[in-house]
C-alpha cells in the first residue's frame, strides 16, 4: 500500500497539481466575466479568500504526495507551492481565516507541521481551530455553515471539514503534550490533557453524533446534503430562540428537516473524510496506555466502519461512485470518488478494517485507483462534477475541477 514508487501517469497527476495550486488564484478575464455572468445568475462564483476548499483539496493531495517514494525534487516543488500560497493568502487576504471551509486547508498545515516542525504551519493550524471552537452553532451544537446569511443550515460539507481537521488537530496536541510533559506526574499529564482537549474532543463527537441523529434518512440510514433544526412548542418553551437544548434525551421533540438530496457523492465524501480522522483519533485515544481518563464514551470506529460498509455496497464495476452514490449507473463523479476512496484508504492503511473485510477492501481500492487512473489525461483528473450552488442543486457539468484533482491524487497517494 502505502510508501510504493508511484508510476509515470501519477507522477504526470502530481505536477498537474502543483500547477494548478500555482494559478488557482490567477482569473483570467474571460473567467472574471463568466463569474459576472453567474453571479448574475445567482449562481455561486469563486470565493476570494484563498484558503476556501477547491485549494484546500489541491494542498491535500500534495500533502499527501509527501509521504510516498516520489523523488526528492518533487518534495522541493510541493512545498514551494504550498508556502507560495501561504503567503499570498497573509499578503493578499491579510492572513484570515473566514469560512469553516478553512478547515480542509488546517489539515494539511497538522499534517506539514508533523513533517517538518516549522512553527508557520502550526500557527495557522492554532487561528483555525481558535475560529472553529468560537463559530456560531444551531441549538444541539452544530456549527452552521455561512451564520453570516442568518441559515440555521447543516452542511455534510461543513461537518466533514471540521471533523478531519479538528481530529488531527487534536492528536497533535496530545502528542505534543506528551513529548513536553513526558516526566511529569500522571496526574500532570491527565490534568494538562482535560484541560487543553477535551472540550475539542466534545465539538468533534457532538458534530458527528448530531449528524448522524438528525441529518441521515431514518429507513436507509443514509445521510442527506444537509439539514435544519427546530424546535417542538413544548421545548420552544423551555429553550427560546438559540438557546441550547440541554436535555438531548428530549431528541424526540427536535423537528429536523432534511436538505438536499440523499448520498450526494461529494456530501458522503465529506462525512467519511472526516469519520476516517475521528476513527483514527478514537484508536489513538485508546491507546494512551498512562492516561487514567476513560475514553471509550468517543466512540467513532464503529461509525466509520459502518459508513465504510455503505461506499463498498455503493462502488460501481469500473472502481470508481457516481455523483449520486445509489444511482451507480449514473454518471461518474471523480470528486467523489477520490475523496472515498481516499478515506477508505486511510482506515485500511491504518488497521481499521479486520477479518473477511481486509480483502474485500483491498481489492475496492485497487479498482479505485485504476479507475483514477482512466479518467486522467495528461495528469489532468476529469469527470469531476461541477460546483454545487445550493442544496439539490447540481448543475450536471463535469470536467478538470480542483476538488476532483486534489481529491483523487490524495486517493491514489494513500492506496499505493
Known amino acids: 500500500m502505502a510508501n510504493s514508487k508511484i508510476g509515470l501517469e501519477h507522477t504526470t497527476i502530481v505536477t498537474e497539481t502543483i500547477r494548478e495550486l ?8 474571460k473567467q472574471a466575466l463568466k463569474d459576472i455572468v453567474k453571479k448574475t445568475m445567482g449562481r ?111 452542511f455534510a460539507d461543513g461537518i466533514g471539514q471540521i471533523t478531519l481537521f479538528m481530529s488531527s488537530y487534536v492528536r497533535l496536541k496530545m502528542e505534543n503534550i506528551d513529548k513536553l510533559y513526558g516526566n511529569n506526574s500522571k496526574t500532570d499529564i491527565d490534568y494538562y490533557n482535560e484541560s487543553n482537549v477535551i472540550n475539542e474532543i466534545g465539538k468533534i463527537y457532538t458534530q458527528l453524533m448530531n449528524y448522524n441523529s438528525f441529518g441521515c434518512d431514518r429507513r436507509s440510514y443514509l445521510p442527506y446534503h444537509g439539514y435544519r433544526l427546530s424546535k417542538s412548542e413544548s421545548l420552544l418553551k423551555k429553550y427560546p430562540g438559540n438557546a441550547r437544548v440541554d436535555a438531548m434525551d428530549r431528541i424526540d421533540e427536535i423537528i429536523s428537516e432534511k436538505q438536499g438530496i440523499l448520498c450526494w457523492g461529494r456530501a458522503f465524501g465529506w462525512l467519511i473524510m472526516g469519520m476516517t480522522e475521528a476513527a483514527l483519533l478514537e484508536k489513538y485515544l485508546k491507546s494512551i496506555q498512562r492516561s487514567s481518563r476513560d475514553w471509550s464514551s468517543f466512540h467513532t470506529i464503529p461509525g466509520f466502519l459502518e459508513i465504510s460498509k455503505m461506499a463498498l455496497e455503493y462502488q460501481r464495476p469500473d472502481g470508481g461512485w457516481s455523483w449520486q452514490l445509489q444511482a ?30 481486509i480483502e474485500k ?56
Not at 131 to 141: I, Q, R, W
Not at 331 to 351: E, L, P, Q, V, W
Not at 389 to 407: E, K, L, M, R
Request: some cysteine.
Open 22 to 29: 500555482d494559478r488557482i488564484m490567477k482569473v483570467t478575464p
Open 44 to 154: 455561486s462564483v469563486r470565493s476570494k479568500d484563498p484558503f476556501f476548499w477547491p485549494a484546500g483539496m489541491l494542498m491535500l493531495g500534495l500533502v499527501e504526495t509527501l509521504e510516498t517514494d516520489i523523488d526528492e525534487s518533487f518534495h522541493k516543488e510541493i512545498y514551494r507551492a504550498i508556502d507560495s500560497h501561504i503567503r499570498y493568502w497573509e499578503e493578499r487576504y491579510g492572513g484570515r481565516i473566514s469560512y469553516v471551509d478553512d478547515a480542509l486547508v488546517g489539515y494539511s498545515m497538522v499534517r506539514l507541521y508533523q513533517k517538518t516542525y516549522d512553527d508557520r504551519y502550526l500557527k495557522i493550524a492554532d487561528e483555525i481551530n481558535r475560529f472553529l471552537m468560537e463559530a456560531p452553532t444551531d441549538f444541539a451544537g452544530s456549527v452552521l455553515y455561512n451564520p453570516g446569511r442568518n441559515s440555521r443550515n447543516i
Open 328 to 357: 451507480v449507473d449514473a454518471h461518474i463523479d471523480m470528486s467523489a470518488t477520490g475523496m472515498i476512496a481516499y478515506s477508505i484508504a486511510k482506515g485500511f492503511r491504518n488497521g481499521l478494517f479486520e477479518g473477511e473485510d
Open 361 to 416: 477492501v483491498s481489492n475496492a481500492l485497487k479498482r479505485a485507483y485504476d479507475c483514477i487512473l482512466a479518467h486522467s489525461d495528461d495528469g489532468k483528473v476529469g469527470d469531476a462534477l461541477s460546483s454545487c450552488d445550493d442544496f439539490a442543486v447540481h448543475y450536471q457539468t463535469y470536467g478538470n475541477y480542483p476538488w476532483g484533482q486534489g481529491a483523487c491524487l490524495a486517493a491514489l497517494d494513500a492506496i499505493i
